[in-house]
Nanobody
Framework: QVQLVESGGGLVQAGGSLRLSCAAS????????MGWFRQAPGKEREFVAA????????NYADSVKGRFTISRDNAKNTVYLQMNSLKFEDTAVYFC?????????????????WGRGTQVTVSS
């Protein structure tokens, strides 16, 4: 069985911070590239951030660079997304995803497993 469960979403004021967590039920978690995506109502699902197996390489969407930080703890089978300086336009459902490849990619179609998402709402 493979499961990804996000948590940490909620309501926050613009300029505030929030940390999302994704607990993964994967036997070889350290072998997976992990990513975060988000989707707002009426919009396409978009890439947010990704992190390599070891955590030494990361990639971010231009819209979140300098504000969001992705990290992982392989001992806990968990990936995190620290979100600072939140903006109203960050409001969306956030999903974590996993893929069996060492290459960090931004295409959602490249990821094999998905969580059900957690809602992040930023008030202006």
């Amino acid at each position: 069985q493979v499961q990804l469960v996000e948590s940490g979403g909620g309501l926050v004021q613009a300029g505030g911070s929030l940390r999302l967590s994704c607990a993964a039920s994967i036997r070889t978690f350290a072998n997976y590239v992990m990513g975060w995506f988000r989707q707002a109502p009426g919009k396409e699902r978009e890439f947010v951030a990704a992190i390599s197996w070891s955590g030494d390489s990361t990639n971010y969407a231009d819209s979140v660079k300098g504000r969001f930080t992705i990290s992982r703890d392989n001992a806990k089978n968990t990936v995190y997304l620290q979100m600072n300086s939140l903006k109203f336009e960050d409001t969306a459902v956030y999903f974590c995803a996993a893929k069996l490849n060492h290459v960090l990619v931004m295409s959602a179609g490249e990821y094999n497993y998905w969580g059900r998402g957690t809602q992040v709402t930023v008030s202006s």
